[in-house]
């Protein structure tokens, strides 16, 4: 399971699908997914997804790139569906989230653990 955890850390913006972790953890499709959501709390597809917009929410905070172009560095398909996962894990959309995230004077490792998303 670590192993294909740290292939999603490492890959998380390429395509990367249950069959490929199965085989990168070296079991089947379902005993993967079942063993995974046990081990981490969450799918396998929702922690991809929440790696995207952690990644996501650093570039909305440090860079002055698109939103759409942000949307396909972290490796969603789409605007439509990155705007909806980002709303859903961050609760609120990358736009507002990019107006309300200029921490100015704030240590680095404080802004970064109140800004992580829960799963």
Do not use: N
């Not at 192993?3 to 699908?17: C, N, S």
């Not at 860079?63 to 859903?88: A, K, L």
């Not at 309300?100 to 829960?118: D, I, K, N």
């Amino acid at each position: 399971m670590l192993r294909a955890r740290d292939a999603m850390d490492r890959a998380y913006a390429q395509p990367l699908d249950v069959p490929a972790l199965a085989r990168i953890a070296h079991v089947s499709q379902a005993h993967f997914t079942r063993t995974f959501r046990a081990t981490f709390g969450e799918t396998p597809h929702r922690y991809l997804q929440r790696r995207r917009v952690e990644r996501a929410m650093f570039l909305l905070r440090e860079t002055d790139r698109s939103v759409t172009d942000i949307c396909y560095e972290v490796g969603f398909g789409s605007p439509g569906t990155f705007s909806r996962t980002f709303h859903e894990i961050v609760g609120r959309s990358p736009r507002t989230y990019r107006k309300e995230s200029t921490a100015t004077g704030v240590p680095t490792c404080f802004a970064m653990t109140w800004m992580r998303p829960s799963s």
